[in-house]
C-alpha cells in the first residue's frame, strides 16, 4: 500500500459552469467546500438565539464577533472597525474552511495557493487603495520612516518598499504553507497506521499504535493551527490596514 | 503556462480535469495553473456572498444582541442603585424618626417622674404637716392632763394627809398647814 499524501489536494471537478477566455470554470470539490464555509458561518451567525443569556450556539457566535472587534480595536484603533465585516468574514471563512479541512476526507480551501494568494491580494488593494484615498500622497510616507539619517535613507526606503510589496507573499504563503504541510504529516502519520496493519498483520497492529497516537496528537495539533494561522491572518490584516489608517507610523 | 495548458486542451476541458485528477501523475495540485480559474471564480462567488451576509444581517444582528445585553445590564444596574439609594434614604429617615422618638420618651419620662417626684413630696408635706399638728394636740392634752391629774394628786394627798394625822393624833388637822407640808412634800 503507497501513501499518497498529496491526492488529498486534488480538484476535482464536480460539472462545469462556463467557460471564460480559455478557461473552463468548474464548480469543483473546493468549491464546494467554501460553500459549506459560507455556509457554517451563516449557520451559526444567523441561526444562534438571541437570548439574553446566551446558549452555548449564541455564545460561539458572540465569542467570534467580540473576539474579531476586540483584535480590531486593539491593533487598528475605533477606525479599523470599517473594516469589521471585511475582517470578521476573512477570519471566519479561513478558520471555518481550516477546521471544516481537518474532517477526515474533506477538502481543505485554504491549502491552495491560489485562494490565499487571492483573499491576501483583496487584503493587499484594499490597503492600498484606502491608504491612498485617505491619506493621498502623504501615504508614501510609509516608507520614508521619520528620524533616519539622509545618507541610509534611500536603503532604508528600498527596503520598506520590497517588505511592503512582499506582503502579499509573506501573507499568503504563510496560510497556505501551514495547511498544507500539516495536512501531509497527518497523512503520511495516518497512512503508517494501514500500512503497517496491512503489511505485517498481528505484529503491524501493535506496532500501528505509535502512529495511531501520533495522528491523534497532530488531529490536536492542527486544531490548533487551524484557529491561530486565522488569527495570525486577521490581526495581519489589521496591522496592514493600521498603516493605511495611521500611515504616520 | 495557464493559458497554454488550457488552449492545448480547450475544447475537451471537463475530461482533461477529470483525466488528471484521475492519474494525479500531472504535478502538485496547488501549482496546477489550470485549476486557478474555477477556484477564483468559485472564491469570488463564495467571499461576495459571505461578506454580503456578514454585514447586511449577520453582524447587526449579533451586534444588537450583544448591544441590549449591554444596555440591559446597564439598566438593570442603575435601577438596583435607585433602589439601593432609596432603601438607603429610608433607613436614614427611619432611624431619624427613632432617635427624635427616642428623645421624646426620654422627655416624657423625665417629665412624668418629675411630676410624680413634685406630688409625692406635697402629699409627704401635707402629711407631716397633720402628723404635726396631730403630735401637736396630744402633747397637749397630755400636758392638760398631767397638770389636772397633779393638781388631784395633791387634793387626795393633802386629804390623805389630814386623815392620817387624825388617825394618830386623834386631832384635825389645820387645813392652812396641811397644805403647806403637802406643798412642801411634793416640791421636795
Redesign the interface.
Known sequence: MKIDPIHQFNIEPLFTIGHIGNHTIAFTNSSLYMLVAVAVITLLMLTSGKQLVPGRLQSVAELSYEFVASTIRSTAGAEGMKFFPLIFSLFMFICVSNLVGIIPYAFTVSSHIIVTAALALLVFVTVLIYGVAKNGLKFFKLFVPSGVPGYILPLVMFIEILSFFLRPVSHSVRLFANMLAGHIALKVFAGFVAMLGVSLGAVGWIGGVMPLALTVALTALELLVAFLQAYVFAILTCIYLNDAIHPGH | M??SH??AK?QP??AH??AD?GH?GGG?????S??????????????V???L???R???P???G??E??QN?IEGDLAEAQKLKDQSDAALKAYEGELAAARSRAQAISNETRDKLNAQAEAERKALEDQLTAKLAAAEKTIATTRTTAMSNVRGIAADAASTIVQRLTGVVPDAKSVDAAVDASLKG
Open positions: 495557464a493559458e488550457g488552449g480547450g476541458a471537463g480535469t477529470e485528477g494525479h502538485f495540485p496547488p501549482f496546477e489550470s485549476t486557478f480559474a474555477s477556484q477564483l471564480v468559485s472564491l469570488a462567488i463564495a467571499f456572498a459571505l461578506y451576509i456578514v454585514s444581517v449577520a453582524l444582528r449579533v451586534g444582541v450583544i441590549a445585553r440591559k
